[in-house]
T-cell receptor
Framework: DAKTTQPPSMDCAEGRAANLPCNHS???????VYWYRQIHSQGPQYIIH???NNETNEMASLIITEDRKSSTLILPHATLRDTAVYYC???????????????FGQGTTLQVKP | NAGVTQTPKFQVLKTGQSMTLQCAQD?????MYWYRQDPGMGLRLIYY???????DKGEVPNGYNVSRLNKREFSLRLESAAPSQTSVYFC?????????????FGDGTRLSIL
């Protein structure tokens, strides 16, 4: 299984962009990178995912390096409500089927400050 | 749009008691999952159901059983609760089995076994 490495914590000023890095140097060619976040006492919330190309949605942007060994999640204008634990996940196959399981690591605790 | 709904939100059991955790999704998803989250250990997959009528073991299935009641509902049963099963349980669903299909989570059931 591909493993991910993230810094344990980061701070960001409210209104500024938050850039959260992730290393996944053992990722396989057909494995997707997913980002989730978990706000205290809530369930994990899906943010974005990608394979090779950069992706953008209403919540965030995902930048994946050309060699796919690392990625960065960008929250363009962080708010206090973005304070959460952010998980970078490589989705892998499970069993003989094609259902992927999510391997959650320790994540990055992002603290957005006023 | 409720997404994934879990009941109950909180429960306290005595060792040896049985209980069923309920999960329902309204997104017409084919695949459903049960995870547990323990401090310092991230989320671990207990069981999953790739499609209606099928269930398979995940990483930590011992002590649990599941039922895919229909396409919407996926329940997790503890036949004889043990203190080691004290955890937060999350149900998730995804449109299909592919690695390009994100899982969406409920807000969890907080279970304490005394």
């Amino acid at each position: 299984d591909a493993k991910t490495t993230q810094p344990p914590s980061m701070d960001c000023a409210e209104g500024r962009a938050a850039n959260l890095p992730c290393n996944h140097s053992t990722i396989s060619g057909n494995e997707y990178v997913y980002w989730y976040r978990q706000i205290h006492s809530q369930g994990p919330q899906y943010i974005i995912h990608g394979l090779k190309n950069n992706e953008t949605n209403e919540m965030a942007s995902l930048i994946i390096t050309e060699d796919r060994k690392s990625s960065t999640l960008i929250l363009p204008h962080a708010t206090l409500r973005d304070t959460a634990v952010y998980y970078c996940i490589v989705r892998v196959l499970l069993g003989s089927g094609n259902t992927g399981k999510l391997i959650f690591g320790q994540g990055t605790t992002l603290q957005v400050k006023p | 749009n409720a997404g994934v709904t879990q009941t109950p939100k909180f429960q306290v059991l005595k060792t040896g008691q049985s209980m069923t955790l309920q999960c329902a999704q309204d997104m017409n998803h084919n695949s459903m999952y049960w995870y547990r989250q323990d401090p310092g250990m991230g989320l671990r997959l207990i069981y999953y159901s790739a499609s209606e009528g099928t269930t398979d073991k995940g990483e930590v299935p011992n002590g649990y059983n599941v039922s895919r009641l229909n396409k919407r509902e996926f329940s997790l049963r503890l036949e004889s609760a043990a203190p080691s099963q004290t955890s937060v349980y999350f149900c998730a669903s995804s449109e299909g089995q592919g690695r390009n299909q994100p899982q969406h989570f409920g807000d969890g059931t907080r279970l304490s076994i005394l």
